[in-house]
């Protein structure tokens, strides 16, 4: 089943891209395994899936651990500072960067660590209160601290689009996020490549707006319990 499904999400990634105009090897599919046990990691392994998304640091050190070390995993959930070195010490990637304070600590530990994890900025366009991430205009501080920090290497943004939502607002909110993303380009000289937008219900449409990561959880490995 995860394999089938993985080819045919794939597929579909692949023909969005097209249909947009972009080269598909330009988006990079995340498995989101939140919840999954490691034998169903273990098939979208053996089917070539490379890397792995988790929401909570624990979840991601065992599944981790239990997994080749060929895998790439990806923190997408909220980060606490008091787990901030469990997480470097698994995740190449951190897409949840949302406080200053966050960077500071982050910095601190990969220095320490020796270690160089890209980071991701998470903006919340939507303006649900339920979701984590800075205002659009909190980014450029944000920005500007990431910059500062050697052991960082900051690639692009991150956001949630509300659930089930509309085309329209979908689309304003992924092309909300490369719009941010080019002007803190343009303001700071830095580049940022990544947009880390798009989940099962609206990757498409993601992609169509410019997403190079997509997050799949429940089109990969099926509803979660
Ligand atoms: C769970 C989760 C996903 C994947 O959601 P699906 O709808 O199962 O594809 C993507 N991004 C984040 C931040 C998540 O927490």
Redo the contacts with the bound molecule.
Sequence with gaps: MIVERLAAIRQEIRLAAEAAGRDPSGVRLLA?S?TVDADAVRAAYDAGQRDFAE?RVPELADKAEALPPECVWHL??HLQRNKARSALAHAAWVHSVDSAALIERLEAIAAEDGRLPTILLQVNLSGEATKSGVGAAAAPALLRAALACPHLRCRGLMT?APYAAPEETLRAVFGGLRRLRDRLQDDTGAALPELSMG???DFRIAIAEGATVV?????VFGP?A
């Design positions: 989101v939140k929401n997408i959930g949630m989940m099962s219900g997050r799949i959880g429940t089109a979660r």
